[in-house]
């Protein structure tokens, strides 16, 4: 549901890590926070793998790049817009080297035609706020509706 600040809580999604709404609205722009792989109903990461101690000793690319993308998924649908909206997305990997191509041909199954997908950008960085390997920051623009005779 859209807030009267603006603000986008959707309930569909994992819950945010911090004190932040999960989008906001301006005009016919859709500013994304940060979005990750966690499981709306349970908040655990598809794809890890942890030792008895509970250090995390393994993650699956694949499963979280689909589970960051059903995510963002949902953050658009609350807000009424759809994935064809996204114009502008940066991806955060915590793995550039092993992950980067792993996420490019899942991209690329969302994506089909290069010339429709959004603008993106690819940042390796070395840790995020929980275990995860992906974050995917997107903005979103409507279409705006011609001018009726």
Known sequence: ????????????????????????????????????????????????QYSIAGELTDYDISAQCHSVVANVKAVLEASEYTWQDLVDVTVYLTNMRSDFSIYNAIWAEYFPDAAMAPCRTTIGITALPT?????????????????CC
Do not use: T
Request: proline fraction near 11%.
């Open 1 to 48: 549901r859209v807030l009267m600040n603006n603000a986008v809580d959707a309930v569909n999604a994992p819950k945010a890590v911090g004190h932040y709404p999960h989008a906001r609205r301006l005009d016919n722009m859709l500013f994304l926070s940060g979005i990750g792989p966690r499981s709306p109903s349970d908040d655990s990461i598809p794809g890890n």
């Open 131 to 147: 275990p995860i390997a992906i974050e995917l920051k997107c903005i979103a623009a409507k279409q705006e509706k011609p001018a």
